[in-house]
T-cell receptor, first 113, second 107 residues
C-alpha cells in the first residue's frame, strides 16, 4: 500500500507571495492532518480534515488555510508569506477514529526569502 | 491541553550500547505514538502504544497509562539509529508532540 505523499518536496518563495502544498493520504484513510516543524517551536498542529470538514484547528493566523477534497486529498495554503513561515510542513493521514495511528508523509520544506 | 515532556534531550552512545528514552504526559490518553525522524525530516512510525508493551526487533516500548509515562528502549544501538525520537499523544484529533530526544550513536 502506498504511503502518504506530499508535493512539492522543496519550495522557495518570496515574502508576500502565497503557496499551496498538497497531500495525498494512504488509500482508505479519511483524515488528513497538517503540522509545522520549526527549530524554535517544534512540531505544531495546524489543522485536521475528515470527510472534507475541518474538525480541529491549531493556533495559527488566518493566513494558514486548508481544504480536503472528496478523494481525501488535502491542500494547505499560506498567503502573504512571512520569513517566519519557513519550516518543514508535514502531512499525516489516519483512518479517522479518535484513537487511530497517524502516518506521516516526507514533508515539504518551505523557505521564504 | 495535554503537556508532553521527553528526556533526556540529548544522548550520545557508542555503537552496541543500550538506551532508554522517556515520555511523560500530563493527562490520560488513548493514543500514544513513538516516531524516529530521519535526516530528511520524515517521521517514521516506531510504535502505536496507548498501553502495554510492544517489541520490534531491537526496539521495544512500554506505556503505563495509569502513571502517564512511556519508555522506548533501544538495544545494541547502531549508527543508523541516530536522529531525533519523538513521542506524541492524541488530544481532540490532533497529535501533541514532545520536544524530542536527539540521539547520536558513534561508531
Amino acid at each position: 500500500k502506498a504511503g502518504v505523499t506530499q508535493t512539492p518536496r522543496y519550495l522557495i518563495k518570496t515574502r508576500g507571495q502565497q503557496v499551496t502544498l498538497s497531500c495525498s493520504p494512504i488509500s482508505g484513510h479519511r483524515s488528513v492532518s497538517w503540522y509545522q516543524q520549526t527549530p524554535g517551536q517544534g512540531l505544531q498542529f495546524l489543522f485536521e480534515y475528515f470527510s472534507e470538514t475541518q474538525r480541529n484547528k491549531g493556533n495559527f493566523p488566518g493566513r494558514f488555510s486548508g481544504r480536503q477534497f472528496s478523494n481525501s486529498r488535502s491542500e494547505m495554503n499560506v498567503s502573504t508569506l512571512e520569513l517566519g513561515d519557513s519550516a518543514l510542513y508535514l502531512c499525516a493521514s489516519s483512518l479517522g477514529g479518535t484513537g487511530g495511528e497517524q502516518y506521516f508523509g516526507p514533508g515539504t520544506r518551505l523557505t521564504v526569502t | 491541553g495535554i503537556q508532553v515532556e521527553q528526556s533526556p534531550p540529548d544522548l550520545i552512545l557508542q555503537e552496541g550500547a543500550n538506551s532508554t528514552l522517556r515520555c511523560n504526559f500530563s493527562d490520560s490518553v488513548n493514543n500514544l505514538q513513538w516516531f524516529h525522524q530521519n535526516p530528511w525530516g520524515q517521521l517514521i512510525n516506531l510504535f502505536y502504544i496507548p498501553s502495554g508493551t510492544k517489541q520490534n526487533g531491537r526496539l521495544s516500548a512500554t506505556t503505563v497509562a495509569t502513571e502517564r509515562y512511556s519508555l522506548l528502549y533501544i538495544s545494541s544501538s547502531q549508527t543508523t539509529d541516530s536522529g531525533v525520537y519523538f513521542c506524541a499523544v492524541k488530544e481532540a484529533n490532533k497529535l501533541i508532540f514532545g520536544t524530542g530526544t536527539l540521539l547520536a550513536v558513534q561508531p
